[in-house]
T-cell receptor, first 108, second 113 residues
Framework: GIQVEQSPPDLILQEGANSTLRCNFS?????LQWFHQNPWGQLINLFY???GTKQNGRLSATTVATERYSLLYISSSQTTDSGVYFC??????????FGDGTTLTVKP | DAGITQSPRYKITETGRQVTLMCHQT?????MFWYRQDLGHGLRLIYY???????DKGEVPDGYVVSRSKTENFPLTLESATRSQTSVYFC????????????FGPGTRLTVL
């Protein structure tokens, strides 16, 4: 099956810093999503981004499907950005494969 | 609120007991999924359903049973719970058939003693 690798596994930032999270996948995908799992365990949809670039406030994402990777950018990080960021790829039959996530800690 | 609920939110049970986790969507999306998330890891697919009465195995189906008699409900049953099934269970639906965006319920934290 498809392999999904996220990097870095852990990231510690000071409030106000910028960061880039990466998601590599081993095969062609139909679509890709980024999620934020907050400290209470809730999975929050960030981006549905099969290709191209999208922006939502301080967050933006870029997927280059031909090169099999996606990037999530967080600018001017806040403590509320802390949590785990997952990417999930969808190949066929609607099924998704998740990466192991990047744990982000933003310190005040 | 994505329009998907799970119950119970927390459950403690004993080894060997049968447990059913409920999942309900307020929409009528065809695709629904069950995942488990073990401490410090990503989500792994247990079972999924493409429509009522159509289900299929995911990555880790052993020890679980699903049914889908109605489009809006997708219960997950642990026939004889084991300690290794202690986990957080997430239900989800996908919009636009199999190609759309996936939305998750709040999760059920299950502890098997």
């Amino acid at each position: 099956g498809i392999q999904v690798e996220q990097s870095p596994p852990d990231l510690i930032l000071q409030e106000g810093a910028n960061s880039t999270l990466r998601c590599n996948f081993s095969d062609s995908v139909n679509n890709l999503q980024w999620f934020h799992q907050n400290p209470w365990g809730q999975l929050i949809n960030l981006f549905y981004i099969p290709s191209g670039t999208k922006q939502n406030g301080r967050l933006s994402a870029t997927t280059v499907a031909t090169e099999r990777y996606s990037l999530l950018y967080i600018s001017s990080s806040q403590t509320t950005d802390s949590g785990v960021y997952f990417c999930a790829v969808n190949t066929n039959a609607g099924k998704s494969t998740f990466g192991d996530g990047t744990t982000l800690t933003v310190k005040p | 609120d994505a329009g998907i609920t799970q119950s119970p939110r927390y459950k403690i049970t004993e080894t060997g007991r049968q447990v059913t986790l409920m999942c309900h969507q307020t929409w009528s999306h065809s695709y629904m999924f069950w995942y488990r998330q073990d401490l410090g890891h990503g989500l792994r697919l247990i079972y999924y359903s493409a429509a009522a009465d159509i289900t299929d195995k995911g990555e880790v189906p052993d020890g679980y049973v699903v049914s889908r008699s109605k489009t809006e409900n997708f219960p997950l049953t642990l026939e004889s719970a084991t300690r290794s099934q202690t986990s957080v269970y997430f239900c989800a639906f996908r919009t636009s058939g199999g190609a759309g965006e996936q939305f998750f319920g709040p999760g059920t934290r299950l502890t098997v003693l």
